[in-house]
């Protein structure tokens, strides 16, 4: 029998629900508390989880390890900037208005470290690449490493590229628009349609108007590769400007989380999640416990939930390195562009925001309505795939058929998702590829352009 009203949800979503609204009315107080807390308070709760930690597990660095202090500078660097002087760089800061009015912050690096620099804002000459984050991340995640050799755009730099960083609409350094504040709901209202639609092309000409060069090389991780993926497929004039795309972790439709508890729940009604974490940013309470837990507890933290949700065992990262970059891993972003993962997910299908989520009416079991895919073999940009063997993100034989025939993988045995960036030897296996990839995107273009053929 149904019920009016009662029947328009699941016994499951109900529950759900209920721990949503939990959820929110949680997160609220902990706001408040963070707003109100004395800082005695803080270093008080900040003991107590010191001392529980000490008590139930070792310390993870050896007596006077220098790597100690360089974690803590990571650790403690307020943002990009810090970072970057950690070791001798000094970065540019740009503004990108979207054409939906959002202002993104890019980062650059112009120059050798030590390099006489040009005046900022202006050309260079060089060689110019693109490096984007992923999913709930920051420009920060590519220079929070331990060791400067492992550190992909400082590598860059002194190979005599011009270096940019962009950040996402909504994270930490775009927290900006023309139109709406962050306390508006409509401000949070963008998916991966709006990121490869305005972020990514956006930033794109305004570096090469800046640079005056007529394409650049373009490294994502992630979900920063999955922005490529559309904006390349959806925009035939931007493969005109990118003359390579190096996709780190690549993701384009992943088969899920490894909880199948999880899993089953977001697959069977991904709108959950704006019931759960409301309709702005998902998340926000991660700085709070953050700023509560002794470092290297809320490493822990972190490591238990990589476990949980994708059965990543995270070995292949230092613990130094853990410590330095898990400060930096977490920044800003919308519920709506969550649901959109977990709807790619349910249809194992790389495809646009559903928005019609109430579509029901079907015809001998087949629905009337199909959102639009990204047509991903339509990229002609040359692309190269570096993956982790062990990523449970990546299902390479499933990613590779979904692109041109002109794609290259290149399999990291052992590595996992998070590895690719922040592995101990990311200086040996990642790093050639992509200078490799790279050097010959440049020169590809080169080529084409002599030729006549672009």
Request: charged share 20%; with cysteine; proline share 6%.
């Amino acid at each position: 029998m149904h019920i009016p009203f009662l029947g328009r949800l699941l016994l499951p979503e109900y529950g759900a629900l209920i721990f949503g609204l939990l959820l929110l009315v949680f997160e609220a107080v902990a706001r408040i508390v963070t707003m109100l807390l004395p800082q005695t308070v803080e270093q008080w709760l900040y003991q107590k989880t010191r001392s529980a930690f000490h008590a139930f597990a070792r310390s993870p660095y050896k007596a006077n390890d220098p790597l100690k202090v360089r974690a803590e500078q990571i650790r403690t660097a307020k943002d990009f900037d810090e970072l970057c002087a950690i070791y001798g760089y000094t970065p540019e800061e740009h503004l990108v208005q979207t054409k939906d009015g959002y202002l993104l912050v890019v980062h650059r690096l112009p120059c050798r470290k030590g390099e006489v620099k040009a005046r900022p804002g202006t050309p260079t000459g060089k060689p110019v690449v693109y490096l984007h984050h992923g999913l709930l991340m920051c420009s920060e995640i590519w220079v929070c490493l331990t060791d400067e050799e492992r550190c992909i755009p400082f590598v860059l730099a002194e190979a005599g590229y011009d270096v940019w960083l962009g950040n996402n609409r909504g994270n930490k350094y775009s927290r900006k628009s023309v139109h709406h504040t962050p306390a508006d709901t409509a401000f949070w209202r963008f998916s991966m349609d709006e990121f490869c639609m305005h972020d990514i092309p956006d930033t794109i000409s305004y570096i090469l108007d800046t640079t005056q060069q007529p394409s650049l090389g373009y490294v994502g991780f992630s979900q920063g590769t999955a922005q490529a993926f559309a904006a390349l497929s959806v925009l035939p004039q931007l493969n005109q400007k990118v003359n390579v795309f190096v996709a780190v972790a690549p993701a384009m439709s992943p088969p899920g989380l490894s909880n199948r508890i999880v899993d089953a729940l977001m697959k069977a009604s991904p709108s959950l999640m704006f019931l759960l974490f409301g309709r702005r940013s998902i998340l926000s309470s991660t700085t709070f416990w953050q700023s509560m837990l002794y470092p290297p507890l809320f490493c822990m933290v972190i490591d238990r939930g990589l476990k949980f949700l994708f059965d990543w065992q995270c070995l292949n990262i230092a613990p130094a390195q853990k410590m330095a970059a898990y400060a930096h891993l977490y920044s800003f972003t919308s519920t709506k562009s969550v649901v959109h993962w977990f709807q790619i997910m349910r249809r194992a299908v790389f495809q646009l925001y559903d928005d019609d989520v109430a579509a029901t009416v079907r015809l001998y079991g087949q629905s009337f309505y199909h959102p639009a895919k990204f047509p991903t073999q339509n990229i002609a940009t040359p692309i190269v795939l570096l993956y982790g063997t062990h990523d449970s993100l990546v299902d390479i034989k499933v990613m590779k058929a979904a692109l041109p025939d002109h794609t290259v993988a290149i399999g990291i045995p052992a590595y996992e998702h998070v590895d690719m960036i922040w592995g101990k030897d990311v200086d040996k296996l990642i790093i050639p590829h992509v200078l490799e990839a790279l050097d010959g995107g440049r020169k590809g273009r080169k080529m084409a352009i002599t030729n006549g053929t672009t």
